[in-house]
Nanobody, 123 residues
Framework: QVQLVESGGGLVQPGGSLRLSCAAS????????????MAWYRQAPGKQRELVAV???????NYADSVKGRFTISKDNAKNMVYLQMNTLKPEDTAVYYC?????????????WGQGTQVTVSS
């Protein structure tokens, strides 16, 4: 069982920056018997949850077109942390942001979610 706890959300003006953090329980990045791909999703009011950024167990990254060039996902394997650096924020980035882990343990797949952190971009 993996637990994910997000932090770092808040209110920021357009053009500002925030860094979200996701703390994962257990040594999910260093276990020899598993691989964990981490991602950030977001859900705005009245909209479906959407993928924002993903970082694979090998460190490859991918981003939604709407955030490319503005957001950066990273991880610290030793600290079991995943980050989302968000720059040049826009009002349309306002949403609840969720940390996600897709873990493969010897061929069995597990999917975990954090509780979410609110990001509001407004003047």
């Amino acid at each position: 069982q993996v637990q994910l706890v997000e932090s770092g959300g808040g209110l920021v003006q357009p053009g500002g920056s925030l860094r979200l953090s996701c703390a994962a329980s257990g040594s999910i990045f260093s276990r020899a018997d598993s691989r964990a791909d981490m991602a950030w999703y977001r859900q705005a009011p009245g909209k479906q949850r959407e993928l924002v950024a993903v970082i694979t167990s090998g460190g490859s990254t991918n981003y939604a077109d709407s955030v490319k060039g503005r957001f950066t996902i990273s991880k610290d394997n030793a600290k079991n942390m995943v980050y989302l650096q968000m720059n040049t924020l826009k009002p349309e980035d306002t949403a609840v942001y969720y940390c996600n882990c897709q873990q493969n343990v010897l061929g069995s797949l597990y999917n975990y979610w954090g509780q979410g952190t609110q990001v509001t971009v407004s003047s």
